[in-house]
Nanobody, 123 residues
Framework: QVQLVESGGGLVQAGHSLRLSCAAS????????MAWFRQAPGKERELVAV?????????YYADSVKGRFTISRDNAKNTVYLQMNSLKPEDTAVYYC???????????????WGQGTQVTVSS
């Protein structure tokens, strides 16, 4: 079992930055692909970014965040990060961390989820 705990959310103005953290426990995440999803009120959950297992050499980003968000991992700390720059009001959502034992870049069917952290971007 992998337990995931997100932190770093908050209220920021448009154009500012936030860094989300996802601390894992229970197992080392080095053999897991790690992802960030988000869900805005009244909308379906959407995939934001994925980082591949081990060194995280491969990444995936949703078009809506490409060039603004960066996903990274620190296996020594068993932690994944999401650096969010140039935030927009439409980035407002609950952000969830997820883990899946995969050697690829899975875009769905993640096994482990955190409880989420709220990000609110004011205009």
């Amino acid at each position: 079992q992998v337990q995931l705990v997100e932190s770093g959310g908050g209220l920021v103005q448009a154009g500012h930055s936030l860094r989300l953290s996802c601390a894992a426990s229970g197992r080392t995440i080095s053999t897991y692909a790690m992802a960030w999803f988000r869900q805005a009120p009244g909308k379906e959950r959407e995939l934001v970014a994925v980082v591949s297992w081990s060194s995280g050499a491969n990444t995936y980003y949703a078009d809506s965040v490409k060039g603004r968000f960066t996903i990274s991992r620190d296996n020594a700390k068993n932690t994944v990060y999401l650096q969010m720059n140039s935030l927009k009001p439409e980035d407002t959502a609950v952000y969830y961390c997820a883990a899946e034992r995969s050697f690829g870049i899975p875009t769905r069917d993640y096994d482990y989820w955190g409880q989420g952290t709220q990000v609110t971007v004011s205009s």
